[in-house]
């Protein structure tokens, strides 16, 4: 497998990358990110998060209170996605612009 294929089966799919992006400031809980993920179910959503945490690239806090607390956050290894997720959103926002100038 090369590097390429590696990294792009870590992150690749349609929602791990915005999942990342909307970490990228800090701890969420799992109705934070439902809200900021648009267009993804409930279900899609815990399998993405299961992924990333599988992955080691979020970490996922309990916190054994009434009622129960979930908390995700990026490690260290998610943080250092940030610089390339950002280079894709500036890209992806060029060829947006590019679309539209073009109709």
């Known amino acids: 497998m090369c590097a390429v294929d590696y990294a792009f089966q870590r992150i690749g799919g349609k929602h791990k990358g915005r ?3 909307q970490l990228r400031n800090g701890i969420k809980r799992y109705g934070e990110l439902r809200r900021l993920v648009t ?3 409930a279900k899609m959503l815990t399998q993405v998060l299961r992924e990333l945490e599988d992955d080691e690239l979020i970490t996922r806090t309990v916190y054994l209170e ?3 607390r ?3 956050e990026l ?3 998610g943080r250092e996605l940030l610089p390339f997720i950002r280079l894709l959103a500036d890209w ?3 060829q947006m ?3 539209i100038i073009a109709e």
Request: net charge negative; hydrophobic share 25%; glycine share 10%.
């Open 66 to 68: 009434v009622p129960p």
């Open 39 to 41: 267009g993804i179910t």
């Open 75 to 77: 490690t260290d290894t």
């Open 97 to 99: 612009e590019k679309e």
């Open 92 to 94: 992806g926002k060029q």
């Open 19 to 21: 999942v990342i992006y």
């Open 70 to 72: 979930v908390e995700y």
